[in-house]
Every structure is written in structure tokens, then in C-alpha cells.
């Protein structure tokens, strides 16, 4: 993904003007700019994206730092631009029982725990279905804040909304399908087989 291509083809898209560089002093780049940040920060934390997703060992804090009443031995640091946390292991068993306040998630592990987190993705890994619907909600950011055209600026995001309902399971069926719920008589039932 390339910010100032985006940029551009939303100005083109809605007939205003494009920009030659970054941090261009011009209107146009004054109001699609802040349009690209907002639309970035709202899709990459709305959903799970597989390009935003990674899988981190997580560092203990002192416990200073944990302010859990729960966990007070045991705190980790989520990684920094933690969006969401998916999953927590502690080596490869998922954890159900843990607690996070801010930046600190703590358990009753002490030490290997992992976290499956979504964090905003380098902008050479996104999809080209994501970076279609950010250049639409940048399209309404432009038409919103240049044309001042908020009908026009409606039916843009209502048309990123409809190509994310259709982007979502198209990348997530990369994956297998996954219950959200982690039963803990199931897990107690599968590590008493192993």
C-alpha cells in the first residue's frame, strides 16, 4: 500500500486535484490526509485482519508495573501498538483465565506466555480488498471536508461498509473457522488425553 497512491486516487475519484508529495501545504492533501489516518486507525482496529495479526512472546514486568489483584506475581507488556488481543498461550495451551489493565496482561503463568494480537500492519502487507475499502472512506473524507457533498460522502461509506461485509470472510476463510468461546471442560477433556 502506497499512502500517497491512495491519497490520490481518492482526490482523483472525487474530481478534486492530486498531490505530487507528502505533507504537500495544499487543501487537498490537508483534508485527504487526516481522512487516510482515521480511515487507517478505524479499519485495522474494527476487524482481525490476517495481514495485521502476529504471534509475540510477551515480556514480564515488575511487579510495580501489574496492577492486577488477580495476577499480581505474574504481569506481561502487551506488545507496542496493540490494537486487540485475540488469543493467549501459555507455551502452546490456550489461556482463558487472564487479565489485562492497559499495556499489562496478567495471569498465573510465569513465565513463555504468548499473545495472538492485531497491531496496524506495515503498509506493504495490506490486502489490495482493504486498501480498496480505505481509499473509499477516504473518497467521503474528501468529499465531506473539498465538495462538502454529504450525501455523496454517505453512499462512499456505505459502499466501504458493503465491500468490507464481503473482504472479511473472503481473508478469513485463509484460516480455519474458530469458536470464540474456549469451553474449559473441553480443554481439561484434551489435555487429559495427551
Request: net charge neutral; with cysteine; glycine share 4%.
Amino acid at each position: 500500500m502506497d499512502k500517497l497512491t491512495i491519497l490520490n486516487n481518492a482526490l482523483r475519484a472525487t474530481g478534486n486535484n492530486s498531490v505530487n508529495v507528502l505533507n504537500d501545504p495544499s487543501d487537498e492533501y490537508q483534508v485527504a490526509n487526516p481522512a487516510f489516518e482515521r480511515a487507517i486507525r478505524f479499519l485495522t482496529s474494527r476487524h482481525t485482519w490476517p495481514f495485521a495479526t502476529t504471534n509475540e512472546l510477551l515480556v514480564r514486568v515488575p511487579d510495580g508495573d501489574n496492577k492486577s489483584r488477580r495476577f499480581s506475581q505474574n504481569g506481561f507488556r502487551l506488545p507496542p501498538n496493540t490494537l486487540h488481543v485475540k488469543e493467549v498461550f501459555w507455551n502452546t495451551t490456550f489461556l482463558t483465565d487472564y487479565e489485562i489493565m492497559g499495556t499489562v496482561l496478567s495471569c498465573r503463568y510465569d513465565s513463555e506466555i504468548y499473545a495472538t494480537v492485531v497491531k496496524a500492519p506495515p503498509a506493504d502487507n495490506w490486502h489490495p480488498m482493504a486498501e480498496e475499502i480505505l481509499t473509499l472512506y477516504v473518497e467521503a473524507g474528501c468529499l465531506r471536508g473539498l465538495n462538502e457533498d454529504f450525501s455523496e460522502a454517505t453512499r462512499r461509506e456505505q459502499r466501504a461498509e458493503l465491500l468490507l461485509e464481503e473482504t472479511r470472510p473472503h481473508l478469513d476463510q485463509q484460516n480455519p473457522a474458530r469458536n470464540i468461546y474456549k469451553s474449559k471442560i473441553a480443554d481439561a477433556r484434551r489435555r487429559r488425553r495427551v
